[in-house]
């Protein structure tokens, strides 16, 4: 049976790096506050560079570690939920850019669980032949739609992205099982709107600011149930037990989440990936940027049994397992 395996990753952040201390010189914060209740340190900000820039850098190095020729690619899938124009889309301007001239491309939009619902999705389309080469995107300038006033949201987030490209094997490697769930009755407790409705027969909604807002602890509680069920489900999809799990990536949100996630999966928190340290929480590029950190750090070895897990607005969730 046809497979999609992970033949190349890539990320990029921003140079620009934003410390705790720096923000408390913005918000009423600490760095004693931010690192105990989170576990971030630091985050990247863009100060020039858009979504699309970050996209295109991400993808040239996923490009580079998989040698497969941007002419190759078939299809192009950028999940973002910070793009730089409702059209066109980042992945059709990133096509350009790379010169992928024979590839379908668009974006998606499932907020943090983004790249997870991305690689399902290019599985799909490998698993029925339709396509060989998929170069996924997962791409983000969360500090366009951050309420820098609100410090129970603006110290959590960071921009940058991650890349991957995904293409067909015979081999017994690759994705193996995934899982993917939205939650709508629970939509309103993270939040971004678009742009308000103003036309000549509606002046009404002007006030609707494109900022995000949360209720920080259900999205917390949802987050834990979600990874927990989610790494559940796949386990058993693809019949494995979590012992012979290497490692789990989870969407980097809060350090105390993912502790509690490992709890209630009953799993060695050390499994556990975590660069939010250093990179805060960059949605949907999230987890794409700790696979490649994985990857590049040579801490992947060929047939190591790997989890991604992530959630976000929507609410979304879901999950991949795939051999190395
Ligand atoms: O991709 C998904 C995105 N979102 C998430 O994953 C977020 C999930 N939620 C969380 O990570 C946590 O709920 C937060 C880190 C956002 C907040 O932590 P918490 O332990 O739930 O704190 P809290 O909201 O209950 O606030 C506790 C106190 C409050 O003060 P009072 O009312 O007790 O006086 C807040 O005003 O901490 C205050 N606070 C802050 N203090 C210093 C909130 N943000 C800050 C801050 N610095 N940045």
Redesign the pocket.
Known sequence: MMKAIIAGTGSYLPKNIVSNDD?SKL????DE??ST??GIKERRITNQETTTDLAYKASVRALESSNIKAEEIDLIICATMTPDNFMPSVACVVQEMLGAIHSAAFDLSA??TGMIYAMSIAEQFIKSKTYKNILIIGSETLSRILNWED???????GDGAGAMVLTASEKSNGILASTLYADGSKNSI?TCPAIPLDNPYNRQSKNRESKIK?E?????KF?IRSVTKCIKDVLQKADLSPDEIKYIIP?Q??K??IEQSAKYSNIPEEKFFMNLQHCG?T?AA?VGIALDELAKANKLNTGDYIILVG???GMTSGAILLKW
């Not at 918000?27 to 600490?30: D, F, G, I, L, Q």
């Not at 410090?151 to 987030?157: A, E, I, Q, S």
């Not at 920080?216 to 917390?220: H, L, N, S």
């Open positions: 923000l918000v009423e914060t600490s506050w931010i209740r989170t907020a943090c410090r129970g949201t603006c110290v959590l987030f993270l949360m920080g602890q259900e999205v917390f987050a969407h949100a809060n105390r989440i929480n949605s999230s959630f976000g607005g």
